[in-house]
């Protein structure tokens, strides 16, 4: 009897200051076995016209999700996100990853009216979360570590709000039946986001503020990564060995 082919994760990382991080971790063990493979476009990585994979991670970066002009490949990208919601494939964008989502899937990203959003963003789940694939049955707000200047201004036709916020409120949604963007970064840790505040933020102090208040919700905040890290996997088990 052939062995059991292991499962297989695409992450597209399309800024080397924006890694898995944590998530890398979280989602190794809860997919034991599993095979990561990172495309890194930004270091010349060609990206695959479709996932070819059990499930896709989309990571964020510097760049906006219509920087073509510096960055060609973002429209591989974008292409990539169109074919994963088109074949179900179990879809994470984070970030950048969303907003690539979003405009992939015909909606509107722009900059943002009210300039960045930095800090643990408390996200509110709305009614059609209840019974979301991914985020349903979740209690309470989520702690989100944020920073971005861009924001979806506009979901795609036909896809579903499931997070919000006070400031921007597209913080979750889904586009399809299996592909979701997050506006936050569940997968961030401390260091990592010190080093993007303090380059983002021309305040030292609101930098030292922001990434101080992250250090002190970090527990709360890796337990619900690893939380959303279950969750991914098991619609990547279940796609990849239907019942």
Request: with cysteine; hydrophobic share 45%; charged share 20%.
């Amino acid at each position: 009897m052939p062995a059991e082919s292991p499962l297989r994760l695409l992450v597209v990382e399309p800024d080397g200051g924006c890694p898995l991080d944590r998530l890398g971790g979280q989602l190794r063990e809860a997919l034991p076995g599993a095979l990561v493979t990172t495309c890194r476009p930004w270091a010349g990585d060609a990206v695959p016209p479709r996932p070819a994979a059990d499930g896709l991670v989309v990571l964020g970066g510097q760049m906006g999700a219509h920087d073509d002009d510096l960055h060609p490949w973002l429209a591989d990208v974008r292409s990539l996100l169109a074919a994963a919601v088109e074949d179900a494939a179990p879809t994470l964008g984070i970030c950048l990853g969303a907003q690539l989502l979003a405009a992939a899937a015909g909606g509107t990203v722009e900059r943002g009216a009210h300039g960045r959003e930095a800090g643990v963003v408390d996200v509110a789940w709305r009614p059609e979360a209840a019974d979301d694939p991914l985020l349903g049955g979740l209690a309470g707000s989520w702690p989100g570590p944020s920073m971005h200047q861009d924001a979806v201004t506009a979901l795609p036709p036909g896809a579903a709000w499931l997070g919000a916020g006070d400031l921007y409120p597209h913080q979750a949604f889904r586009v399809g039946p299996a592909a979701w963007g997050v506006q936050f970064h569940p997968e961030v840790t401390v260091p990592v986001f010190g080093a993007w505040a303090r380059l983002d933020l021309p305040d030292p102090d609101r930098a030292a503020a922001v990434t101080a208040e992250l250090a002190d919700r970090d527990a709360e905040v890796a337990a619900a990564g690893a939380e959303l890290a279950r969750r991914f996997a098991r619609l990547v088990r279940r796609r990849a060995v239907p019942a």
